[in-house]
Structure formats: structure tokens, C-alpha cells
């Protein structure tokens, strides 16, 4: 009965802002419209960023003018500027002009007669309401510059940034976006542009918080649906036809194409400072404009009317829906011999789970109930021109306790390149992805995601082996996730702009989103791990270092601004390291407890090292081998300790390494295998499922029956 009272208000309260809205509405006269062959280009923060995702307002427009032919193409950019500073990549220490530059050149691209522009949110955050007068004066530059790449003279829409929910309307944050929208009002009546008034159509949907807003400074799918709305009929004076589910799919395949087309994984490799290695690869990215064309063929069909044609309909679904990915498993899948292994006497290796239980592991994580999640993909280190986004997040469990897996579960898919993944020991896990970390829950139980949310987003993804990864549940209860050298990242939170230029460590609160830089540097750090008392290490698969001691604030080896390094903890030069563990496991010896364990995927094997304090920080010293393998396709790229206390190591099972120096398309890459491994001391006990979640904390019962 109180659920009914609540949705109740909920639709009372709806009913209410939308009144509000339409209001508001009335009293603004028409002053935008799109024409026939018109080309519309977005340029944004995390606002028109989020648009990309759904198409809310795309697919409004597109039914407000129906009878005319007009296409969209989206170049938002969570975390930027007037002046493209999320976009400016290796630039980011060159002057404003330089990544102006960046802009006209993806803006060149999409050859636009109409840009809707939505900044002001980064200004807010980052400069206050005395950021206005430059924000403005950023908004004209970024005017006078699409106009130079345009297709003739381009008209404009200015956007005021979003509400931040919560501030009260005297706020310094709400004076800052107030402020924010007055510069691009002005600014709009000076140029003749059109102006989209965001900030007072999000306030009106305010009052619906719990269900329009996924965090205070972005709303989720269903805010951007009802914003959309809005917003084109504020615009143009007159509400727009809803669109059908299959036009909103329609939309969102062809952004898809087109983010490949503008904003493609490892730049780096084929535009960047290291073309003379995959340069030759450049030729695929326009072969996404093709594909491009055929999705706006079928939107132009489904756009008009309200009974779009069968056939499209059904070719849409057929094309966007799970039949559009690979199987799993593949049903051509052949097993590749086991290979041989060196490990201590008393040691031994058992085959735990392979395909088709799991393919291409490239980070897991244990849960509460003894199950492991695996971040598996196919597709990486690039996508083809037409190939879908296939990876997924797999669940892989031994369920009779005998020591080898016997379920395994595609818990989320049609994901791209995942690097990371953490189950929330709630049911649902959160997963690293190009640009995006996203959270899946399971909603009705069944063991499967029913629900996509995007949590935080622009990442960078100069290198796909440098995108966002190694993500771990700190002793703190912080999330913990790694970035790479060549990885830019600028992420619009609830307190501010979060920037690394560069690898480094972050350090986030999921409930409230609020992300640290928790340490800089480090070429590769693909490995994070704490001991018993909280010292954190991480390992580079790069650079030569070792392991280093990772302490809160320092700077490591070759960050991009780096004035003071913090040196490794492990004297001498090393290969490339992947993955962390200490052995705390009761199972190991007794005078191995405390080692750091990781792997050398380029030479088959697992290391081990012994630690020892030195002064106020540690030294690493070797130790013999764990494991080592001649087998060419053994390639350990993870390792945890399992709930049994035996240690699990993840296999790429490939003979190509990674894809720096070895062709995207080299017929060696193996897309399909991977393997699990199980290694303890013989005789170690199998692994018996316990629910940890259930367990109950003994302080906590002893503080409530002291309390009671």
C-alpha cells in the first residue's frame, strides 16, 4: 500500500512539473527549425554525451520534421570545454588553440549546416559562477570555429548546462549554473541563435529525482527521454510524435558506427605518435560510413508516421538484438593441448575451467558466493568496421565443490573490449568498457542482466590495452581502477571534474560517486593489491620496474607532468608484469605468506617475490618461479586467490601478446580460447560453496547486544 502512495505522489508530482513545463512552453515563440538536408551536429559535455547513448533528442527532432530529410551526428564529450580540453589528448599541455584544432577537425567530419551546443556544466564544476564571462567568450570561439569547417554558414542552438539536483536554488553551484545559462542566453540573442533553456525545464523535473536522475549532475535514460521532449518542443513550438523502439534503435546502431568513425580505440596506434605501427590500419575507420548510410536509409523510413514498415521494423530488431552477436560458445571451437608446466615440489596445476565456459579472460574477480567473474573479449584490440560489440561479463562456478567449474553463466553481453570487471556482491557487477564504466544488475533474479546503467564515462581510449582496468575492492571499501600512459581521462562527477592525464590509480565511492586520483603514473600498472596492513603495491607491464610500493599522492615513473618520482621498490631491470596477489592463504607454505605474486605473460610463467621493509617504505627480492611453461599460447594476464585458498590464474591462451607490436589483424590472433587454471600445494581441499554475504559480523551483533 505505501509503494501504491508513493508512485502515486510520484505521478501527481509528474503531473504537476509537466504543466510547469508546458507553461513555460507557451510563453517562448517558436525560433528553430531543421531543413531539408540539413546536417545536425552535437558538440557537448556529458549532457549531448549521454544523447549519443540514447538518442532521446535525435529521434524528437526527427519526428518534429518527419517530411524532412535531416541527419544527426554526435561529437559530445563528457568532462569538456568550449575549447575540446577532454578532447585534447597528447595536446592537453599545448595551448587552448591546439585542441581547438581537434575540435574543427572532428567537426570537419560531420560537415554540419545546424550544431546544438551544451556546454557549461564542466565551467560550473570546475571555475563558479565568476567562470561565466570566459565561458562565454569560449562559446563564441567554438561558434566562429564550426563555422570555419561547416557546410556554409551553420545555424546554432545554445543549450544552458543541466540542473544539479540537490542545490538549493541559493547555492554557490546553482548561482554558478545560473550563471552559466545567462552567458549562453546572451550569447545566443547576439548571434541570432536559438537557445534551449535545460536548466529551467530539469528544474521543473526535479521533483522526480528518485526516478529521473541517475546522480546529481546526470540524468538517466528515463530524464533524458522526458528532457527531450521538452526541450524540441520549447525549441520549435510544437510537441513531437513519439518515436517508436525501433526508430530509438535505429539511431543508437548508427552513433554506435559513427563513435567508431570520429573517436576510435587506439588512436594512439593509428593517428598518434606510434602510426608507423598500426598506422596501416587507418583504412578501416572510413569503412564505418557505409554502415553509417544503411542505418540512416532506415531511419528515414521509420521516422515518418506511426506505423513505420514491417520489413524495417523486423530487420532493425534482427540487426540490433542478441541473434546480431556470436554465440556463446562458439559452436566451432576446438581445444588446444594443455600445456606443460614447472612448478615447486609439492605444487600442482589443474585445468579449472575453459571453453566454452569462458573465452579470452581478460580480468575476474571472486564474489561473496564463491563465483568468479570474468571480463572476456573477442573483440579486442580493435573492432572491424561491422562487427558488433559481442564481449561479455561470464559467470563462471563450481557448484558440486570438486575442484573444477561446471556452470557457467553470460551474465551481461554486447559489451565492447571490457577490461575490468567487480561483482557489487549485491548481484549485478560493474564492468570497465572503452570509455565507460557501467554498472549490470539482475532486477527479477534469473541470474541474468536486465539492466544497463552508465556510471561514470569518458575514459580514454587512446590504447585499448591502456583503458580503464584492474578493478578492485580496496580494504576501504573504495573502488580501486587503473588507467594506463596513454589514456586521457576527464569524468563529470556530482563534486567536480575528475582529470589524469596519463596512467595512474583512481579511487572512487560508488554511492557517491566521488572519484581521487589515488596515485600517478606508472607505463602499465595492471596489477593493485594491499597486505595486512593496508600498504598498497602495484605492478607495470611496462617500463621495467618490478613492483612498486603505492602510496597515496605520489607520482611514479613517466606520468605526462611528473616533477618528483617515486621510485620502484624492486632493485634492478624486469619484464612486463600483469596482475597482483599476496599470499595470505593458509593453504601456501608458511615461509611463503606475504609474497607478492605476478605474471610475465611475454615469457609463460608466474613470478614470485619476497618483501621486506626498508626504512619507511619496502624491497622486493626474487624468488623461484611459481609456475613457468614453454606452451607458446600459455599467457597469464590475471591471478586471485580463490575461496578454497588455492590460486586461480586467468590465460589468454594466445600466441600473439597484446597488439603494440604485433598487427590488428595478424591471422595468429587467437579470438577464442582461454583458460582458467587452478594452482595450490597437493592435497589442498576443494574449493566448498559458502555464502560470505550471509555471514554475520560478530562486533556488530556484540555492539546491538550491548545496545539492547
Known amino acids: 500500500m505505501s509503494c501504491l502512495r508513493v508512485i502515486g505522489r510520484a505521478c501527481l508530482r509528474w503531473a504537476a512539473a509537466s504543466a510547469c513545463v508546458a507553461l513555460a512552453i507557451a510563453a517562448r515563440a517558436a525560433s528553430f527549425e531543421l531543413n531539408e538536408g540539413d546536417r545536425v551536429v552535437f558538440l557537448g559535455d556529458t549532457f549531448l554525451e549521454r544523447e549519443g547513448d540514447y538518442g532521446f533528442i535525435e529521434a524528437a527532432l526527427a519526428r518534429r520534421f518527419a517530411d524532412r530529410n535531416v541527419t544527426f551526428r554526435n561529437l559530445a564529450w563528457a568532462g569538456d570545454t568550449p575549447t575540446g580540453k577532454a578532447r585534447a589528448s597528447f595536446d592537453w599541455n599545448k595551448p587552448d588553440s591546439e585542441w581547438l584544432r581537434r575540435v574543427k577537425e572532428q567537426v570537419a567530419v560531420a560537415k554540419p549546416t545546424v550544431a546544438i551546443l551544451s556546454y557549461g556544466m564542466t565551467a560550473a564544476l570546475e571555475g563558479g559562477a565568476e567562470a561565466a564571462p570566459r565561458h562565454k567568450t569560449e562559446l563564441a570561439r567554438l561558434m566562429d570555429a564550426v563555422n570555419e569547417v561547416g557546410n556554409g554558414k551553420v545555424r546554432f542552438v545554445l543549450l544552458s548546462p543541466l540542473q544539479h539536483f540537490g542545490e538549493r536554488p541559493d547555492s554557490p553551484r546553482s548561482r554558478a549554473l545560473d550563471a552559466m545559462a545567462d552567458a549562453a542566453k546572451t550569447l545566443a540573442h547576439e548571434r541570432g541563435a536559438a537557445y534551449g533553456d535545460v536548466l529551467a525545464l530539469s528544474r521543473n523535473m526535479a521533483r522526480l529525482r528518485m526516478v529521473l536522475w541517475d546522480q546529481p549532475v546526470i540524468l538517466n535514460e528515463m530524464g533524458h527521454q522526458r528532457l527531450a521532449h521538452a526541450l524540441v518542443e520549447e525549441l520549435t513550438g510544437k510537441a513531437p510524435e513519439p518515436a517508436s523502439e525501433p526508430l530509438l534503435a535505429a539511431i543508437r546502431k548508427k552513433n554506435e558506427w559513427f563513435f567508431h568513425r570520429w573517436r576510435p580505440a587506439n588512436w594512439t596506434y593509428l593517428f598518434g605518435f606510434r602510426k608507423h605501427e598500426q598506422g596501416r590500419n587507418a583504412i578501416e575507420i572510413p569503412q564505418f560510413e557505409p554502415l553509417i548510410a544503411e542505418w540512416e536509409a532506415r531511419i528515414a523510413k521509420l521516422r515518418v508516421g506511426n506505423n513505420p514498415p514491417a520489413d ?58 564463491g563465483r568468479l567473474w570474468i571480463a572476456s573479449s573477442r573483440v579486442y584490440p580493435q573492432i572491424r568496421p561491422g562487427q558488433e560489440a559481442e564481449d561479455a561479463a561470464i559467470v563462471v562456478e563450481d557448484t558440486d565443490g570438486d575442484g573444477k567449474a561446471d556452470k557457467s553463466t553470460v551474465f551481461a553481453d554486447g559489451i565492447l573490449i571490457p577490461t575490468g570487471i567487480l561483482p557489487d556482491n549485491k548481484g549485478g557487477v560493474y564492468v570497465a568498457a572503452s570509455h565507460q564504466l557501467l554498472h549490470f544488475a539482475d532486477a527479477n533474479g534469473d541470474g541474468k542482466a536486465d539492466h544497463r546503467r552508465i556510471v561514470l564515462s569518458s575514459f580514454g581510449t587512446e590504447d585499448t590495452h591502456h583503458n580503464l582496468h584492474t578493478l578492485r575492492w580496496g580494504y576501504d571499501g573504495h573502488m580501486y581502477l587503473n588507467q594506463s600512459i596513454y589514456t586521457h581521462s576527464h569524468v563529470e562527477t556530482p563534486h567536480g571534474v575528475a582529470r589524469l592525464n596519463s596512467g595512474g590509480i583512481w579511487r572512487l565511492q560508488p554511492d557517491t560517486l566521488r572519484m581521487e586520483i589515488f596515485t600517478k603514473g606508472g607505463c602499465n600498472p595492471w596489477g593493485h593489491h594491499w597486505d595486512q596492513h593496508g600498504n598498497s603495491f602495484f605492478t607495470d607491464g611496462a617500463g621495467g620496474k618490478g613492483v612498486y610500493h603505492a602510496m597515496q599522492g605520489a607520482t611514479y615513473f613517466t606520468y605526462s607532468d611528473m616533477r618528483r618520482e617515486a621510485d620502484s621498490i624492486s632493485p634492478g631491470n624486469y619484464p612486463k608484469f600483469a596482475s597482483l596477489e599476496r599470499v595470505q592463504s593458509a593453504a601456501f607454505p608458511k615461509d611463503w605468506q606475504g609474497n607478492l605474486i605476478t605474471c610475465d605473460f611475454r615469457a609463460h610463467r608466474v613470478v614470485r617475490f619476497g618483501v621486506r621493509e626498508a626504512g619507511s617504505t619496502f624491497q622486493t627480492y626474487e624468488l623461484p618461479d ?53 594452482i595450490a600445494p597437493v592435497g589442498t581441499p576443494k574449493a566448498t560453496r559458502r555464502d560470505l554475504g550471509k555471514l554475520k559480523d560478530k562486533r556488530s551483533e556484540e555492539h546491538t547486544s550491548l545496545q539492547s
Not at 330 to 353: C, M, R
Not at 666 to 678: L, M, S, V, Y
Open 626 to 678: 611459481l609456475l613457468r611453461s614453454t606452451n607458446v599460447t600459455f599467457r597469464p594476464i590475471d591471478l586471485r586467490f580463490g575461496p578454497d585458498g588455492a590460486l586461480y590464474v586467468a590465460d589468454w591462451s594466445n600466441p600473439i601478446i597484446q597488439h603494440g607490436e604485433v598487427d590488428f589483424r595478424d591471422p595468429r590472433r587467437d579470438h577464442e580460447h582461454g583458460r582458467i587454471w587452478r
Open 312 to 369: 524495417v521494423v523486423a530487420e532493425v530488431q534482427r540487426l540490433t538484438g542478441p541473434a546480431a552477436r556470436a554465440p556463446h560458445p562458439d559452436p566451432n571451437f576446438k581445444s588446444q593441448p594443455i600445456p606443460t608446466f614447472t612448478v615447486p615440489e609439492g605444487f600442482e596445476v589443474t585445468l579449472w575451467a575453459e571453453n566454452p565456459q569462458l573465452y579470452k579472460p581478460i580480468q575476474m574477480n571472486w564474489d561473496a558466493q
